[in-house]
């Protein structure tokens, strides 16, 4: 089951990471996430985003600090009910 679900965040991790732009909203990246991943919550996109930085701290040292900024607005944005609709 963990197999299953850490596979899951690192595929969501992989479309974050090639979707995500600087000054892209939380809004707007859940919305380009749930394209390929219609069933990803805002949980779930916030916690591949964190991943897809440990990623990139690892491979590409540049998009850190950028990955890193859009999982924080993902975390911690308030207008959650919008964020959930599909």
């Known amino acids: ?3 299953k679900a850490m596979a899951e965040t ?3 991790a992989k479309t974050v ?3 995500a732009r600087p000054g892209m909203k939380p ?3 859940i919305s380009a996430v749930r394209t390929e991943h219609p069933e990803a ?3 779930d996109i ?3 985003a964190f991943y897809a930085v440990i990623l990139a701290s690892e491979e590409m040292s540049n998009r850190v600090e ?3 900024d859009i999982a924080i607005e993902t975390r911690n944005s308030s207008d959650d009910s919008a964020l959930n609709d599909h």
């Open 1 to 3: 089951m963990k197999e």
């Open 10 to 12: 690192a595929s969501i």
């Open 17 to 19: 990471a090639s979707l």
């Open 27 to 29: 809004k707007e990246l």
């Open 41 to 43: 919550t805002k949980k």
């Open 46 to 48: 916030a916690r591949a």
């Open 66 to 68: 950028e990955l890193h």
